[in-house]
């Protein structure tokens, strides 16, 4: 069965429907690779059993019988709930996200909880409280983060589909890092109902595939307003695999954001690939604009600002009275408080947290937090100009490939990896990370679509075309 390690979702789809195999060998084949992989990876944090897996999910839907993993951030009824962190060590949550209801009735076999930095705030995944999570193609190297542990599960072919959460960025890089697709979706399309919120004006539940097909597929198993998410849009639920056939949209026009691909920093073995991308489009019909985001420069200061200070908003209830762990040995309130805080957060949540509140401070939230705002009004309006023009955009995904675990020496180094991935959460507009070549040492390097609110349909279609044309979906890391 070794050969199914990186089936996609379509052909097991097949083999099931077929009873060439069963749901059940299915899922023990793909816990038995956890079993034998994961040690050194690092992709999960816990494991359900076969049997409590099966009897949560329905046997039919158009996930029936496929196992995933979703990201430790995402409340899964009667299973445990840290978030990466030790101030939720042990929390089991009461009911299901809805992005869980819907793919377990759609038939997904939901393995895990997936490896991920604290509250999903990092981009190497150096952060989860209780172990790292590494990239299969270099273990010595990051998988991206957030959602490190579940890109990397599905990169090694444990699983063929996984949950991310975007907030910055945290899908898309460490997709790109690990060489598979990474959809940030139209802020509003994915309920958070049972999103653990980092930033709730940002976050969004992402998907992880190895192909944009199965990505489509389970992103159409998920997406559709939700009357438990006040922010979720008024988008009926549909099939985003139709129209999947390898072609791209009659006159299609892409915008190459060029002041991206000529950024001070950028990897000149990124810039290579991706100008082999742009030539790779224009082959299969797709007219080429060379095009501006004015504000890209501005992008990741607005996004460090506004997503701070919605974290310190949104942390504030882990204090140790209402659920999660509490300091035992504080004797006042106050105490408790702090101490319970302080040893529960990481380092990188704790920090935070303290610019959240720093730039919303009485003297420092009009230099600060409100020109952030007006700054998040002009990207948005950005964006709205370049799409009267072009369709879509395409740009870099990350300024470098995926580096050495441990090597990055400020928090301001690892920010700036998401400089190219911010904007499109300040905007709430949807993209696609997709494989585009590797290193000259063989790491996997990415681009990204990037579309206008809701243009989700198009991304996959443009995407899949790509894929189609190209082999780098085909290529695995060694030894999985």
């Not at 034998?36 to 996930?63: T, V």
């Not at 992103?219 to 307003?225: E, I, K």
């Not at 908003?313 to 408790?336: H, I």
Request: contains cysteine; charged residues 20%; glycine residues 10%.
């Amino acid at each position: 069965m070794e050969h199914l390690a990186f089936a996609t979702i379509k052909e097991l789809k097949v083999l099931l429907e077929q009873k060439k195999i069963t749901s059940r060998e299915l899922l023990d084949f793909y816990l038995k690779r956890f079993e034998k992989y994961d040690g050194a990876l690092g992709a999960a944090l816990e494991l359900f059993d076969p049997e409590s897996i099966m009897q949560a999910s329905a046997s039919q839907g158009s996930l029936a019988g496929i196992p995933g993993i979703i990201k430790d951030i995402i409340a899964e009824k009667d299973r445990r709930l840290t978030c990466g962190s030790k101030i939720l060590k042990g929390f089991t949550s009461t009911f299901d996200a809805t992005a869980v209801v819907r793919l377990k009735n759609a038939g997904g076999l939901l393995v895990g909880r997936a490896n991920c930095d604290e509250f999903a705030m990092g981009s190497s995944n150096e952060h989860s409280a209780y172990k790292k999570a590494h990239n299969p193609w270099d273990l010595s190297r990051v998988p991206g983060g957030s959602s490190g542990g579940s890109i990397a599960a599905v990169a090694a072919g444990l699983v063929p589909w996984a949950l991310g959460t975007e907030t910055g960025g945290s899908v898309r890089q460490p997709a790109a890092f690990c060489g598979i697709v990474g959809l940030k979706p139209t802020y509003g399309l994915v309920p958070r109902y049972g999103l653990v919120a980092y930033a709730s004006s940002f976050d969004q539940i992402g998907v992880a595939t190895r192909m944009v097909y199965d990505n489509a597929a389970v992103f159409s198993a998920m997406a559709g307003q939700d009357s438990k998410d006040s922010s979720s849009l008024a988008v009926a639920s549909k099939d985003y695999t139709i129209g999947l056939n390898g072609t791209l949209k009659k006159d299609l026009v892409i915008g190459v954001v060029d002041n991206a691909l000529h950024a001070k920093g950028i990897d000149e073995e990124i810039v290579t690939a991706i100008d082999g991308a742009i030539d790779e489009m224009q082959k299969l019909g797709a007219k080429i604009k060379r095009v501006s985001l004015a504000m890209l420069d501005y992008a990741i200061a607005a996004y460090v600002i506004l997503s701070r200070a919605e974290a310190a908003s949104n942390l504030a209830k882990f204090d140790g009275v209402r659920y999660g762990n509490r300091d035992k040995e504080a004797k006042t309130l106050l105490e408790m408080y702090n101490c319970t805080r302080h040893n529960g957060f990481g380092q990188e949540v704790r920090r935070r947290i303290l610019v959240g509140n720093y730039v919303l401070s009485a003297g420092h939230a009009a230099a600060f937090y409100h020109n952030a705002k007006k700054v998040q009004a002009k990207i948005r309006r950005d964006f709205l100009e370049l799409f009267d023009n072009v369709d879509l955009l395409m740009m870099p995904v990350t300024p470098t490939p995926a580096f050495k675990i441990g090597s990055l020496s400020s928090p301001l180094q690892e920010d700036l990896q998401d400089c190219f991935t911010c904007p499109m959460n300040v905007a709430g507009v949807p993209a696609l990370s997709i494989p585009c070549g590797f290193t000259n040492n063989k790491l996997p390097i990415g681009f990204q679509f990037v579309g206008p609110h809701c243009s989700e349909e198009l991304l996959y279609k443009t995407g899949h075309a790509y894929e189609q044309a190209t082999p780098w979906h085909t290529m695995h890391p060694e030894g999985y």
